[in-house]
């Protein structure tokens, strides 16, 4: 992760900034899935996709079909979004009305990864990303699907992260106004597993105690 550069350097609301490399990984592996935009034909996009993380650099997956990959492997310019909400903060006045949040936004060019050993670390680790010990207890793949699929990686080298904690930023003078204030915790919920047709054993210990890694909600 480099320093801040003109385009990753947070201006609006800088004392929220991280560029601490620990954060950063922290919140792109919580995060379920990211928001990837790009220029697509000459038009914005935003695609929200699953991702995972090896060491420095983000993978993605998807059909070779699909318009993000296409565009993506063609070595289009993109940024990606990781967001975890934290609370919803209820403020005396709409103004100052926010959310908590963990927030990382990358910038580079993607590129397509054809080396068959990478390409398997990186389906692992996408796999593994959702259902942490899946891959090695799935049937594995065969060559026809992972031909199918189609891997790109992003550098994650011009990063950076925003994170809001506590309670409203409400101006001295409104605080005696009598309305109330503060924060509503917000965290994702996951529900005990409902077994496929023809399954009627438990689920997987991971997945009945399924929980993400990273710190709770602030
Ligand atoms: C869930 C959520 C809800 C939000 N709601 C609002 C809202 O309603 N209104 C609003 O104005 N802003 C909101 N923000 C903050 C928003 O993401 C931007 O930080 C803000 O709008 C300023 O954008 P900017 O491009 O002008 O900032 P700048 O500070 O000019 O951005 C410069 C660079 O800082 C980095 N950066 C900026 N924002 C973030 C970020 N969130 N995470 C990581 N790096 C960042 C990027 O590298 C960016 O290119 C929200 C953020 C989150 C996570």
């Known amino acids: 992760m480099e320093a801040p550069t003109p385009r990753s350097e947070v201006r609006r609301l800088p004392e929220l900034a991280v560029y601490d490399w620990e954060v950063v990984k922290a ?9 990837v935009g790009f220029i697509d034909d000459g038009s914005p996009v935003v695609i929200p996709t699953i991702h995972a993380r090896i060491g420095t650099t983000l993978y993605f997956h998807g059909s070779p079909g699909s318009r993000m990959l296409r565009s993506m ?9 990781v967001t975890i909400l934290d609370g919803l ?19 580079g060019e993607a590129r397509l990864v054809d080396d068959p050993d990478e390409k398997m670390a990186a389906l692992r680790a996408v796999t593994d990303h959702v259902t942490p010990g899946r891959w090695d207890d799935s049937r594995p793949s065969t060559e026809k699907e992972v ?3 189609v891997v790109l990686a ?11 904690t506590g309670p409203p930023a409400d ?12 924060v509503v915790p917000l965290s994702t919920a996951y ?13 997987p210990g991971y997945l009945r105690d399924y929980s993400r890694p990273g710190r709770s909600p602030a």
């Open 147 to 149: 031909t199918a699929t």
């Open 27 to 35: 919140i792109i592996d919580e995060a379920l899935f990211c928001h």
């Open 73 to 81: 492997k063609a070595g289009v310019e993109v940024s990606v979004a």
């Open 191 to 203: 529900g005990e597993p409902i077994p496929d047709q023809g399954v009627n054993w438990p689920a």
């Open 171 to 182: 101006d001295e003078a409104d605080l005696e106004l009598g309305f109330w204030a503060g």
């Open 89 to 107: 903060v209820v403020a005396r006045t709409p103004f100052e009305q926010t959310l908590n949040y963990r927030s990382v936004i990358a910038f």
């Open 154 to 164: 992003l550098p994650l080298t011009e990063v950076s992260a925003k994170v809001r």
